[in-house]
């Protein structure tokens, strides 16, 4: 019996054994499982960030390769506006010398055909009359004078004015300038009271500006609002003496000009054109 319970009592020390055996091994086991899952997860974490900072590179670079493309892109559309502009300074030199040539042209075609025509220069041959035989007295009141341009000239009508206008606007508007100038002159002389004598003092004023005779257009501008201070055309007419007097280098008085536009004229499109090119004037290096 005392044998029996020896021997199970020894069975069950073993067992005891083995059990403590298995669980020391067991926690050294789960500890390193345990080390080498945060070990994994470090480094996932690092692989994740280093993939972020690849991205973040590479993101930088589009952004870089980007913006040299867009100053490449500008530097293109510099040259392009450097080019435009050199042939319109050309077109505009072209208009101004041909309209110089034509008034030279016209002027001595003028003087040639007064020479060419004896009546024109003739004088009048003395009426024979007593009074006029002996030198005193008047000629008498019948007695017919010398009839003059102005005495002879038909009222202008309506459609005739506007088609004068017409003709000019229509050459201003296909670039014909010097053509343009002309018209709009001729209209102003024949029609000085005309509603659309404004209109043409200032188209007049174009034309001289965009063959930058900026000294004429500021003139005709000026013309424009001292003899129609109520036209629609001054608040333009303003801004235009603006542009003429920055071309002139008269910078000082173009920025009281352009200001006057905006303090005169405001909510007004020309109003808005001062403002932008006061802006620009403004800006270091102008």
């Known amino acids: 019996m005392k044998k029996r319970l020896a021997n199970s009592f020894a069975a069950r020390l073993g067992m005891a054994g083995a059990l403590a055996s298995a669980m020391l091994f067991a926690v050294p086991a789960a500890a390193q499982d345990s080390r080498l899952s945060l070990a994994d997860r470090v480094a996932r974490l690092e692989q994740q960030a280093q993939n972020q900072d690849q991205g973040g590179i590479g993101m930088v670079n589009q952004v870089q390769q980007l913006q ?22 050309k077109s505009k030199s072209q208009y101004v010398d041909l309209d110089s040539r034509i008034g030279r042209l016209e002027g001595g075609a003028g003087a040639a055909a007064g020479n ?3 009546a024109a220069n003739a004088t009048p041959p003395a009426v024979n009359t007593p009074a006029a035989a002996t030198g005193k007295g008047k000629a008498p ?17 309506a459609a005739g004015a506007q088609a004068v206008y017409d003709a000019a ?19 102003i002389q024949q029609y000085p009271d005309h509603a659309l ?3 043409a003092f200032y ?25 129609f201070p109520q036209s629609d055309k001054v608040p333009d007419a303003l801004l235009k003496v603006g542009y003429s007097q920055l071309e002139l280098k008269q910078t000082d008085a173009a920025k009281a000009t352009l200001k006057s536009v905006t303090t005169k004229y405001p909510g007004s499109k ?13 800006q270091p290096g102008n």
């Open 68 to 89: 040299a493309q867009v100053q490449q892109l500008q530097g293109q559309i510099e040259e392009l506006q450097h080019q435009l502009q050199g042939l319109q300074d």
């Open 197 to 199: 004598t404004p209109n």
């Open 169 to 187: 606007f229509k050459s201003l508007r296909g670039g014909e300038y010097a053509q343009a100038s002309r018209g709009f002159r001729g209209f």
């Open 270 to 282: 020309a109003a808005g054109l001062a403002q932008e090119r006061l802006r620009r004037v403004q």
């Open 116 to 118: 060419n025509n004896p």
């Open 141 to 157: 009141a019948n007695q017919a004078q010398p009839a003059t341009a102005a005495s002879t000239a038909a009222p202008a009508d």
């Open 203 to 227: 188209w007049l004023g174009e034309s001289y500006y965009a063959t930058m005779n900026y000294p004429v257009a500021l003139e005709t501008f000026q013309r424009l609002l001292s003899q």
